[in-house]
Every structure is written in C-alpha cells, then in structure tokens.
C-alpha cells in the first residue's frame, strides 16, 4: 500500500512562489519505483494535469498553462516529490493533488493512469 501526503499549500499573492512536497511511504521506495503527478481541481472544475515525472525522473511534463512557471521534481532519499510554482497567478488557486502510478502505459497527462493519490493541498493565490 502506498500513501501520499501532500503540503506546503496556502495563501500568496500573485506573482509569488510556493513548494508543494508530496511525502510518500509503503513498503518500497515510492518515488523510485513510481512515477509521480499533480493535478489540481478549482471549485466547480474539473480536475486538470499540471505536471507528471516518470519514475526514473528523466522525463517531465506540464500543462501548457503552468509551462515556464512550475517545476516538478523528487527526492528519491527521502521518498518525495516537489511543485516548485513561481510567478502564481490568480487562475492557479485550486486544491492540488499529488499521485503515484505504477505504469506509464497509457500517459502521465490523465488522471486514470495513477493508483495512489493523496488528500490535497489548499492553494489561494490573491491579486
């Protein structure tokens, strides 16, 4: 079994900087073995990708709306992964989520890929 915590979510204004970690335990070393994915929900959307690392960590993907501005990344030694977001904007204000897929067959961009996920991080961005 395999849990995911995310943190580091709050309150910024615009333009500011936040890091996401995502704190992940089992019986392997999650961020090794899996690849790992944020997504982000705001109230009365749905649920959209905002960036993927694959399990080796050679290969990172992001929306086109976070491009230049967010960076994903892991820490194997301590089993977690980052959301490294810059230059917020107000549209980035949403409950991020941080998920573990053991496969990358059918694409790190969709949701249904992943098998772990976790309970969410608030983040609010004010103009």
């Known amino acids: 079994q395999v849990q995911l915590v995310e943190s580091g979510g709050g309150l910024v204004q615009a333009g500011g900087s936040l890091r996401l970690s995502c704190a992940a335990s089992?019986?392997?070393?999650?961020?090794?073995?899996?690849?790992i994915g944020w997504f982000r929900q705001a109230p009365g959307q749905e649920r959209e990708f905002v960036a993927a690392i694959s399990w080796t960590g050679g290969s990172t993907y992001y929306a086109d709306s976070v491009k230049g501005r967010f960076t994903i990344s892991k820490d194997n030694a301590k089993n977690t992964g980052y959301l490294q977001m810059n230059s917020l904007k107000v549209e980035d204000s949403a409950v991020y989520y941080c998920?573990?897929?053991?496969?990358?067959?059918?694409?790190?961009?969709?949701?249904?890929?992943?098998?772990?996920w976790g309970q969410g991080t608030q983040v609010t961005v004010s103009s």
């Open positions: 998920a573990a897929a053991r496969s990358q067959v059918m694409g790190l961009r969709i949701g249904a890929t992943y098998d772990y």
């Open positions: 089992g019986r392997t070393t999650v961020t090794s073995n899996y690849a």
